[in-house]
């Protein structure tokens, strides 16, 4: 069947500014790191991204080794955007990035003019794309100039092939140098996207300050630790089809008596709410002003439903912000 996007798709959901930028982003995103590999349902992909449109989820977030295995999810993407939305591409903010190992050989990761941009030419390829929206380095690279790695991303711009630069994974001296650098070059730097979420405030030392006063937006990727901030393993377990006992990135580990005591004490908050973690846990990225946007993952329809529900609640108050605080404990869960 083919896919007509609902009507009523921008009635519900809310659009924030980028920093100073003309470009307006969902308060929640659909990242496809997880869950648009080679070995995860295709039916699934494809219901998950049709009914995220049609709830006004406008932007979905690509890295060039998303997977696995890596590029499977830009291929993957790419096979549905050219089947359902093709006639909706000017209504979708499409991103990737370069940064972390993609190909053999000295020229397949870090921020080298040679990488970015080749890689940027293969998710072009990849994705069935003349362009991208947002094209990111996705970290900082210590041993070449920023100078060398802001020129591919203006590059990038200047050729058409993105219409925005980003970084993330920058710190708040390394966005501020970066966006230096790219004015001098005629672009603008749009975002960064650094983790956030109640487990790893890591953004909140200074980074948001300096993304607030330089008008540079931020989207947030991890709001859920992962899965660590929903229902998921509230009951000790891990279930089999979950993260934790799928993949590496999140270790059956993490699911600790300390960690188990702080979900589920912000699980009654959220409860008191009429919330589900999930909920909660976006509500509380979502407090922050200079956060332009909550980069989710959903594995299921109804994941992404029960996220995307966040937006009709109300805002949180000072006192459950209060409450929230000795559990929104930074460091208690492990890194990437
Ligand atoms: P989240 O913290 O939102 O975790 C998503 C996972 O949590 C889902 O795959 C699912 O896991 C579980 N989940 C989500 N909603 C629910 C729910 N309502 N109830 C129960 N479980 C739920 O984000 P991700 O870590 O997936 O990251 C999101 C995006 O951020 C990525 O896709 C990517 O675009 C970006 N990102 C960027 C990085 C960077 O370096 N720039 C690094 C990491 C991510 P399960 O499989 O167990 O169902």
């Known amino acids: 069947m083919g896919y007509q996007a609902a009507d009523n798709r921008y009635e519900n959901m809310k659009y924030r500014r980028t920093g100073k930028s003309g470009l307006l982003l969902p308060e929640i995103s659909l990242g496809l790191w997880h869950n648009f590999g080679d070995k995860d349902s295709k039916s699934t992909q494809k219901a998950i991204l049709r009914r995220a449109f049609d709830l006004g989820v406008t932007h979905f977030d690509l890295a060039n080794n998303y997977g696995p295995s890596a590029g499977s999810a830009e291929k993957n993407f790419g096979v549905h955007l050219a089947r359902d939305f093709a006639a909706y591409r000017d209504e979708l903010i499409i991103s990737t990035k370069a940064g972390y190992n993609m190909w053999a050989g000295p020229y397949g990761e870090w921020g080298s003019r040679k990488y970015l941009l080749s890689s940027l030419d293969q998710s072009l390829q990849r994705m069935g794309l003349d362009y991208v929206d947002i094209f990111y380095s996705h970290r900082y690279d210590p041993n070449t100039p920023l100078e060398e790695t802001m020129g591919a991303l203006a590059t990038a711009v200047h050729s058409g092939k993105a219409l925005y630069a980003g970084v993330s994974n920058y710190d708040a001296q390394q966005t501020s140098a970066a966006k230096k650098i790219l004015e001098s070059k005629g672009v603008p730097l749009l975002i960064n996207q650094p983790r956030y979420s109640m487990f790893d405030r890591t953004a909140e030392a200074s980074l948001f300050d300096t993304l607030g006063l330089e008008g540079i937006g931020s989207i947030v990727f991890s709001p859920l630790a992962q899965g660590l901030l929903t229902n998921r393993y509230l009951s000790g377990s891990v279930p089999k089809n979950s993260r934790a006992a799928k993949n590496h990135f999140l270790k059956p580990t993490e699911i600790s008596a300390e960690y188990l005591e702080h979900a589920k004490a912000l699980n009654e908050i ?17 407090r922050q002003p200079t956060v332009t946007s909550a980069l989710i993952g959903a594995s299921s329809v109804k994941q992404l439903e029960q996220n995307l529900a966040t937006l009709s609640s109300p805002k949180l108050s000072l006192e459950e912000l209060k409450l929230i605080e000795p559990h929104a404990i930074h460091g208690l869960v492990l890194k990437r």
């Open 270 to 286: 959220a409860a008191g709410r009429g919330q589900s973690l999930s909920q909660l846990a976006l509500s509380w990225v979502l």
